[in-house]
């Protein structure tokens, strides 16, 4: 049967690729708002309103935020980032609960209302607080599309489909974040209030197009069947898969009678793969009733499930232990200062590497490697390019000839981190937990990647400015050994999940097998679910799916 699965391809997968992309679009408001108020943020028309005056300025004003360190921002347009990485914490730390009433769908819908709320309240303001109250609410709905959009593509996706299905959350950040360049680099040179306002408006886009495409996406049926609702589940996953997996027999070994090409003497009895699929996701979410019990927060503590988050939190850190937020916040400023003309351009050049990376990695990840190789692939290379930037800079600091080679190193590093790190994180991270504890889990792991993202952005002004401990790119160093210790993370702890269904999964964790021995463990679910389905078959006679 595994073989059967694993040759169906994209094409009959399509329709919940596309619902899946659909649902994944909500990566793109995080990817458009990091790229594009982070610039709005030096414009004239927007520093008239919110800005403070300086007396070094032509216009009275402070617009060249490349003249000054990061810690002699004003406070701000330091709140307008930080409010919205508060807001996202506070989010995903109680998405967990909020999935206890809510379903998937309705979560996102709930995030599209108060992204548009949001919105208006920054467009509409020309007061400092409440534009922080606008930031604040944005971050909340922001870890909402972030956090649930990731947990539905993971449980609504095909188990061989997973990873790259899972993986669009990457390729939309990425989309967003070329698109947030590119209307800051439209508007940055006017002078009215519309050179920010405009940006601020385009965050209504996606969330607009979301909330209309969710009410043709069916609920995720995993989250049904934690809820007793066979039927609405049943139809559910109908829906996602289409009528090609009606029409694939799926014959398991021990079970076939005919012979090597699936020739059987009757297939009256023979069960699809959407069959088998629905009897493996029954007697999982059964399993987990009869020994787990209700769900409860704690629970990600406790047993078995203590293993899974602490490899799910690991996951989630070791995104940001790659030193990603160190170059995506401050690559312009290093450029500037090595006397880069175009470093804005250079960044945005630098985006779309990111987005090729993506693109190979998604490839990479269904038809190449596993999980396990392309992150510690990723790993290794985004290593190395720290630690080149921090020769480079070691050896001949501030130079023309060490900003083209940070503008050369820095594209390489955005490549293989959007490529392998950040392509194959959140797959991993979701197949990781187990279904009952999936939003509680992620969603706290979300939280603390938004922490730690927030932490290197407070600690690295004061690593890297003259007036503190003035290592400026050498603070590369740092994060080449942060890689080299998420290398021998990946090596030793991280199993490999390929192809495994969240369901077999979760029996491979509760049987406390090795990271090193998944890929030879032989699930008993799979063949228990077989069974299931051909007894259910034979008392359908005449039914079919």
């Known amino acids: ?97 909020f999935s206890s009433y809510l379903g998937r769908r309705q979560a996102l819908w709930l995030a599209c209302v108060v992204n548009a709320i949001a919105c208006g309240i920054q467009i509409g303001t020309s007061s400092a607080g409440v534009l922080y109250l606008g930031r604040l609410l944005l971050g909340f709905a922001n870890g909402f599309l972030v956090t649930f959009s990731n947990i539905y593509t993971a449980e609504a996706a095909p188990a061989h489909m997973r990873g790259v299905m899972v993986a669009l959350f990457a390729y939309w950040v990425n989309i967003g974040s070329i698109m947030g360049a590119v209307v800051d680099n439209k508007t940055k040179e006017r002078m009215d209030a519309l050179s920010y306002r405009i940006p601020l ?21 995993r989250w049904l069947l934690h809820r007793g609702k066979e039927d609405a589940a049943r139809k559910a996953l109908e829906q996602l898969r289409g009528s090609s997996y009606a029409k694939i027999l799926a014959i398991a070994p021990g079970y076939n009678s005919g012979d090597e090409n699936g020739s059987v003497e009757s ?62 916040g401050y690559q312009t400023y290093f450029f500037t200062v090595c006397g880069i003309a175009k470093a804005f351009e250079f960044s945005i050049m630098n985006t779309c590497f990111g987005f090729l990376g993506v693109n190979i990695g ?50 390489l590093f955005m490549f293989f981190y959007n490529g392998c790190v950040g392509a194959a994180s959140y797959p991993v991270a979701t197949e990781l937990v187990s279904s009952r504890l ?35 790119a050498r603070y590369g160093y740092i994060w080449t050994a942060s890689n080299l210790l998420c290398v021998v993370f990946f090596y030793f702890f991280m199993p490999e ?34 069974l299931d389905a051909v007894n259910a078959k034979s008392g359908q006679k005449g039914e079919h799916y």
């Not at 369901?503 to 990271?515: K, S």
């Open 1 to 97: 049967m595994d073989k059967i699965l694993s040759s169906t391809t994209l094409w009959q997968n399509r329709k919940c690729l596309l619902l899946c992309c659909l649902v994944s679009m909500a990566n793109m408001q995080y990817g458009f708002d990091l790229a594009a108020v982070g610039s709005l943020q030096a414009m004239p028309g927007f520093l008239k309103v919110f800005g403070y005056p300086s007396p070094d300025s032509d216009t009275g004003y402070a617009i060249d935020v490349s003249k000054y360190t990061p810690t002699e921002l004003s406070t701000v347009q330091q709140l307008i980032t930080s409010l919205l990485t508060l807001g996202s914490f506070v989010s995903s730390l109680v998405a967990g609960f």
């Open 201 to 221: 408006a385009c965050l209504y886009i996606v969330p607009a197009l979301l909330f209309v495409a969710l009410f043709f996406v069916p609920e995720s049926p």
């Open 267 to 328: 297939t009256s009895v023979i069960p699809t793969l959407l069959e088998v699929e629905w009897a493996e996701m029954v007697k999982g979410v059964e399993e987990e009733k009869r020994t787990q019990g209700d769900v409860a927060a704690l629970d990600m503590f406790r047993g078995v499930e203590l293993r899974r988050t602490i490899l799910c939190y690991c996951m989630i850190g070791c995104q940001t232990a790659s030193g990603v937020w160190f170059l995506i």
């Open 362 to 411: 998604m490839y990479a990840i269904r038809e190449w490697l596993g999980r396990r190789s392309i992150l510690i692939l990723g790993a290794v290379a985004c290593g190395l390019c720290q630690l080149a930037s921090a020769i480079a800079a070691s050896v001949s600091p501030n130079s023309l000839q060490t900003g083209q080679t940070l503008v050369a190193f820095t594209a």
């Open 438 to 472: 999936r939003a509680w889990t992620v969603g706290t792991a979300t939280s603390l990647g938004y922490l730690l993202a927030w932490l290197v952005n407070f600690c690295t002004p004061y690593f890297i400015n003259p007036e503190h401990l003035n290592w400026g």
């Open 497 to 530: 999940m390929k192809g495994r269904s969240l369901e077999e999964l979760d029996e491979i964790f509760a049987a406390r097998i090795p990271a090193r021995k998944f890929e030879s463990y032989r699930c008993l679910i799979r063949e228990a679910a077989h």
